[in-house]
């Protein structure tokens, strides 16, 4: 799908409202992920999906053929650009929430797996039929819900 546009001018104003609802879309997943709801951003994937991949094809052809922009009024260009900043901006917070979503789910994925480790290397019972610990490296398996 591509931006229908009869000029230039036109074209940049729907650059710009692109721009500024992407923006506001993975700005709200970061939030989600700063408040530690990443379900919460889960629905908004189809939506920031629909839009990146609008806002990439359109500007892989502005970069292409520059002339599409070009005989917009320069006020319009200076509004785009300064979309474009905050929308570089808010990916920036974006990659930043979801680096320490990525960090918190390792550290948490280690220490069950540890807890479980541990927990296997206990005796079991008393007596000749207690079970000995299991081999120090032994493969333990987990299973996570995707909802947690």
Same mark, same amino acid.
């Given at each position: 799908?591509? &931006?229908?546009?009869? /000029?230039?001018? *036109?074209? $940049?104003?729907?650059?710009?409202?692109?721009? !500024?609802?992407?923006? !506001? $879309?993975?700005?709200?997943?970061?939030?989600?992920?700063?408040?530690? #709801?990443?379900?919460?951003?889960? =629905? &908004?994937?189809? !939506? @920031?999906?629909?839009? +990146?991949? %609008?806002?990439?094809?359109?500007?892989?052809?502005?970069?292409?053929?520059? =002339? &599409?922009?070009?005989? +917009?009024?320069? *006020? %319009?260009?200076?509004? %785009?650009?300064?979309?474009?900043?905050?929308?570089?901006? $808010?990916? !920036?917070?974006?990659? #930043?929430?979801?680096?320490?979503?990525?960090?918190?789910? *390792?550290?948490?994925?280690?220490?069950?797996?540890? *807890? $479980?480790?541990?927990?296997? /290397?206990?005796?079991? =019972?008393?007596?000749?039929?207690?079970?000995?610990?299991? +081999? @120090? =490296?032994?493969?333990?398996?987990?299973? &996570?819900?995707? #909802?947690?």
């Amino acid at each position: 799908m591509a &931006l229908a546009a009869k /000029d230039a001018a *036109e074209r $940049v104003d729907q650059l710009i409202i692109l721009t !500024e609802r992407l923006t !506001e $879309v993975i700005g709200r997943q970061a939030q989600c992920f700063e408040l530690h #709801r990443p379900q919460d951003a889960a =629905g &908004l994937m189809d !939506e @920031a999906a629909r839009l +990146a991949n %609008l806002y990439r094809h359109e500007s892989t052809r502005v970069k292409a053929d520059n =002339g &599409l922009i070009q005989e +917009a009024p320069i *006020e %319009l260009r200076r509004k %785009l650009v300064a979309a474009t900043e905050a929308f570089d901006g $808010v990916l !920036e917070r974006h990659g #930043r929430a979801l680096t320490a979503a990525k960090f918190v789910t *390792e550290g948490l994925v280690r220490t069950i797996a540890e *807890e $479980v480790a541990s927990q296997r /290397d206990q005796l079991s =019972g008393y007596g000749p039929s207690a079970r000995a610990p299991v +081999a @120090a =490296g032994a493969a333990t398996a987990i299973t &996570l819900n995707r #909802r947690a």
